[in-house]
């Protein structure tokens, strides 16, 4: 069969850190293993015309109330229980009248000689149900004979008996797990031991990341311009309850004094119509920020692709950010950059390139933020050419993995 992949589980690139997945994803793969690619993903339009064969992902219909993730789950079972079984006992040679997206669903599969995970952190009991609704899938590309590769992604927290039995049983005949990070790594390790699926480490495949630097085109001032991206958190799995935006604004405003910095908010997370809760917590920033007498600009509401975004973060002096991934694409453009430890897959990134001294933890942030600040501005060209060596070792660590992966000693011309 001709070389062909299936990126199988790519999410919406309205989130500019699912877009940094996707598309270096799709270089690695175009680069060392297959210049015939399909991709899957729940939000499709916005890939149509960036990548050549975007397709819509079964999962796009799992939206709506309890009942109807119901319905879909039930659904999703029985689809997967059919083919599953026709797969085995006859080689797939029956065919069902399923739906359009059922159908492309099987023929993509049927077509790939390697299916590809790329979600970044599916594999995680927080994402439960929907973690086992995926997983039927992921299954479903082994049973059918397909080399499954789940590319780096965090692994974990696992806690449920049941996702420890599931995982081992759809995952442990896997080609490829790839973890992102040490503690990943140990995790699917252990998770995994005596399964057939063989478990590398890769760093995030972000770091991979190039782009040209772009001048904001709203600027206010000639001043030094320092970046900053506020979100929603995922504060059940982080168990936090207080209040984390006046204390990051209150930070930055005593550690940035608004005669010497311009300040612009980054939103990492969009919508196709409306304004998201992200970008309405860095409005919400920028208000306050602006009635302390800064110059401040936000980034337009729409779609921005990685290179854009990381463009953009080039012409920085600093970055703050509570979103892993655009904390990644800032780090990778050698940015000095604090990071707010609002998922534990943050600090496990900064350990990677030896800053863990830029992560701040939620409970610490009145205390710490505004040191972790003043350091950056005191050491900010030191920083600068840690990343530099720093993210130049991830990358090859990148870049040895997916060889490895691929069975290709060289990269192809």
Known sequence: MKKKALLIDAFSTVHVGNGALVENTYKLVEQYYSESMD?????????????EKVHEDIFSRYKGGRIQKVLFASSLLLFFSVVALYSVLFKGYIRFPWGRVKRNLIDLIDQSSVCISLSGETINDHYYPHLYQRLLIFWLAILKGKDFIVFPQSIGPVFRGLTKRLLRLMLGRAKFIIARDKDSYELAQNLFQGCSVEVLFSPDVAVTQDSVALEYSARKSTKPLV????????????????????????????AFD?????????PSNYVH?????????CTNARDLLESQGFDVGILENRLYFPAEYQGIQKTLFAFVSTRMHVGILATSASIPTVMINTQHKIRTYMELIS??????????????LLQKLEMIQRRNIEIRDE???????LRQQVHKTIQYVFGVGNVKN
Do not use: W
């Open 273 to 281: 119509a409306g304004i998201s809760n992200d970008y309405k917590g």
């Open 39 to 51: 991709v899957l993903s729940i939000d499709p339009e916005p890939n149509r015309g960036h990548f």
């Open 355 to 368: 800053m863990e001294d830029c992560v701040v933890e939620l409970c610490d942030l009145e205390q710490v």
């Open 258 to 266: 608004k005669n010497s910095y311009e300040l612009l908010l980054m």
């Open 387 to 393: 990343l530099r060596k720093a993210n130049n070792e």
């Open 227 to 254: 970046g900053l991206t506020v979100s929603d958190i995922p504060r059940a799995e982080m168990g936090f309850k207080g209040d984390y935006l006046q204390a990051i604004v209150t930070a930055v405003s005593k």
